[in-house]
């Protein structure tokens, strides 16, 4: 079974500072699905990010970046230029690419606080 | 604008009840998920359903049911076999069942016992 590791329960970052977020995950497929969602207090999930395995790019959002390391099985998240509104619980899921009935595996979350 | 309602948005069961929660989404998404969230730990799938009548058991499912009688409507049915209830409970959808689609989720229903 998929299994997917966030060995940080919680961080901190100053404003406009860089934080990356760290996951690993297990699996013995070769093509996949990576995920970043964040969960602010209103408590709704919100995509972040997107990786496919079989692109070697990484994928950027604005301020969101990911180092995506196929081989080390990792897939961390860095926010730049971290702003109040980045507050959140942040969770990084996994899902092998399929033709259906795949279901997502989450982490189990990192909070990141934004010191002022 | 589209998206995905739950409601209510706070619930209490009582001993021996069955609640249901409500999920619609009017994104004209095929898919449709529930989770689970406890405090510690990540979304864990309790049902899921690819198209209308049809649905599948996730990790969790014991003491759940669901029905998918409508395109837009996914009800979760905690029945009194669910022993440990209490949780934040997460509905989302995605266009269609393959794993490139993002999942879309709603704003939760929060769940306790009285």
């Known amino acids: 079974a998929q299994t997917v590791t966030q060995s940080q329960p919680e961080m901190s970052v100053q404003e406009a500072e860089t934080v990356t977020l760290s996951c690993t995950y297990d699996?013995?497929?070769?093509?996949?699905?990576l995920f970043w969602y964040k969960q602010p207090p209103s408590r709704q999930m919100i995509l972040v990010i997107r990786?496919?395995?079989?692109?070697?790019q990484n994928a950027t959002e604005n301020r969101f970046s990911v180092n995506f390391q196929k081989a080390a099985k990792s897939f961390s998240l860095k926010i730049s230029d971290s702003q109040l509104g980045d507050a959140a619980m942040y969770f990084c899921?996994?899902?092998?690419?399929?033709?259906?009935?795949?279901?997502?595996?989450f982490g189990t979350g990192t909070r990141l606080t934004i010191i002022p | 604008d589209g998206g995905i309602t739950q409601s209510p948005k706070y619930l209490f069961r009582k001993e021996g009840q069955n609640v249901t929660l409500s999920c619609e989404q009017n994104?004209?998404?095929?898919?449709m998920y529930w989770y689970r969230q406890d405090p510690g730990q990540g979304l864990r799938l309790i049902y899921y359903s690819q198209i209308v009548n049809d649905f599948q058991k996730g990790d969790i499912a014991e003491g759940y049911s669901v029905s998918r009688e409508k395109k837009e409507s996914f009800p979760l049915t905690v029945t009194s076999a669910q022993k440990n209830p209490t949780a934040f409970y997460l509905c989302?959808?995605?266009?269609?069942?393959?794993?490139?689609?993002?999942?879309?989720f709603g704003d939760g229903t929060r769940l306790s016992i009285l």
């Open positions: 699996t013995s497929e070769s093509d996949y699905y």
């Open positions: 899921a996994y899902v092998r690419s399929n033709f259906g009935n795949e279901k997502l595996t």
């Open positions: 990786q496919e395995a079989y692109k070697q």
């Open positions: 989302a959808s995605s266009m269609t069942g393959l794993s490139n689609q993002p999942q879309h």
């Open positions: 994104l004209n998404h095929d898919a």
